[in-house]
């Protein structure tokens, strides 16, 4: 193992354009981005996504974020038995020349109307709900509560759950109605650990987040 990954930082962003750079404005800086992503070989213990103009790598979670991460997949799964979807995660979303890495999201079980042409991922047009679970840290939680929060409504994904340790004593936020033209939401609702939120559309509706996914109310920062 290298010492790049004894050393697991937080975040790190190994190649950034602008801010303004982005794939609407900015498509061969955008290629560049992406067949840098494509070619990229990590430490074990590492991914890579490409985010608002960035690549973006990071050590995959703790062991409490995949405690978390495993019961919401587990749940998710048991829901969606016998239907046409399916719950997955450690998987890349695609979307043009980005690329995500969800804790959790459902899409078809089937590959075929899923899976990208060169087999990189799933498109983000046949996501239908995404979950993220806050990791410790700054940078951590702006990428899911910020930078994700706009890079999901833009690619018009119906639901976003953010499942966050470090709102308050923890809390749980439900956005719906993406507006990919304002990269921001038509509803959002928010509710602290303890609250159970129900996904209103979708293959998932119905699915309720609670406490025995979340865990209990936790200690003030």
Known sequence: MTALAHERPETMTE?????????????????????AWKAMELPEGYRAEI???AIEVSPTGRYSHARVVNRLRDALADFLRGSEHAAWNDTNVIHGHRA??????VAPSDEEPAATEDDLGIKASAVELIVEIVSP?????DRDRIKKRREYARAGIPVYVIIDDYDGEGAVTLFTGPRPDRADWEDIHRVPYGTEVTIPEGPAKGFV????ITGPARAKE
């Open 51 to 53: 985010i608002e103009g």
């Open 100 to 105: 995500w890495i969800p804790d959790g999201f």
């Open 137 to 141: 840290g700054k940078r951590n939680q």
């Open 209 to 212: 987040v609670t406490e025995a």
């Open 15 to 35: 190649i950034r354009t602008e801010p303004h750079c982005l794939p609407e404005n900015g498509p061969g800086l955008d290629k560049v981005l992406w067949q």
